[in-house]
């Protein structure tokens, strides 16, 4: 008899956590329903009360509307070409710096790793008037290039690797790769990038969804409306739109699309990288 109790106490215990689990998902699924929802729905009959829960017939109208509205896919290419750039820049310098500052001993190394630790503290926005000038020196006004060189080598890429390089690569491992004759270059491409995939996609991931929903920085540095990418070009349409917003939430929902995929791809490696430290041994 106390066997079956038990029994039926773990089995209680397990649909307890699966319906708090399913609960939890619903609340988070819901708002991307809910934007699909309304992206479904005809743009001038889209706010009602009670408000709309089903998905309605008029989706592929409103894509049709927006394209005829802006240049839709060439914003798509940029807001891709702009997260590609930065995400592979950002993941190689980034693991560089980190495999330095793990690996090698130096001269104030340990100023240096401090200092860039806290200057992870600063607002982004208090770097911005300096930075303008900065680039506009350069030349690089109406590039994508402020978008994507100066966060390639950024603060917090290079500490979370310096924090999983450090016990994630032995040093007689690199010790015994230099024995055999493989240089430090190799090192990194052969050894370190292949040891470091999970922290990699974390990185990789947090790097390209930033690009991808930012906002601020392709307003400030771009004044040509063929170089936006999606969000300022999004804000921009719904600056100008009539009051007919079936078109603006499509465009949202392929804007969303992306992200999903991109976090599919990677998430396996997400989760390994987030629980690698909770084993040892």
Not at 32 to 61: C, D, R, W
Not at 226 to 238: D, G, H, N, V
Not at 267 to 278: D, F, H, M, P, V
Request: net charge positive; proline share 6%; with cysteine.
């Amino acid at each position: 008899m106390p066997k079956k109790e038990s029994s039926f106490n773990r089995m209680g215990s397990k649909i307890s956590i699966y319906l708090i689990l399913i609960l939890f998902v619903i609340l988070f699924a819901f708002p991307f329903y809910y934007v699909f929802v309304l992206a479904s729905q005809k743009g001038t009959n889209m706010y009602v009360n009670p408000p709309h829960i089903l998905l309605n017939k008029y989706y592929f109208e409103n894509i049709g509307k927006l394209f005829d509205a802006i240049p839709f896919g060439l914003h798509f290419l940029n807001s891709v070409m702009i997260g590609v750039f930065a995400t592979l820049g950002t993941s190689f310098f980034c693991t560089m710096g980190g495999f330095a500052l793990a690996k090698y001993d130096f001269k104030g190394k340990k100023i240096i790793f401090t200092f860039m630790v806290g200057t992870i503290a600063i607002p982004t926005f208090l770097n911005l008037v300096p930075f303008f000038r900065m680039m506009t020196a350069f030349g690089w006004y109406d590039t994508w290039l402020p978008l994507i060189i100066p966060g390639m080598a950024n603060a917090f890429g290079i500490f979370m690797m310096t924090q999983f390089l450090e016990d994630a690569i032995p040093t007689d491992l690199l010790a015994a790769a230099r024995i055999d004759g493989l240089s430090e270059f190799g090192i990194l491409m052969r050894i370190v990038f292949p040891l470091a995939k999970s922290s990699l996609a974390i990185i990789m991931i947090v790097t390209f969804v930033g690009k991808w929903n930012d906002l601020i920085g392709p307003l400030v540095f771009l004044s040509t409306p063929e170089k936006l990418p999606i969000p300022p070009a999004l804000t921009r349409f719904y600056n100008n739109m009539d009051g007919d917003k079936g078109a603006l939430m499509a465009g949202n929902t392929l804007a969303i699309l992306p992200l999903a995929v991109v976090f599919a791809i990677f998430s396996k490696q997400i989760i390994s990288g987030l629980t690698a430290g909770s084993i040892k041994g």
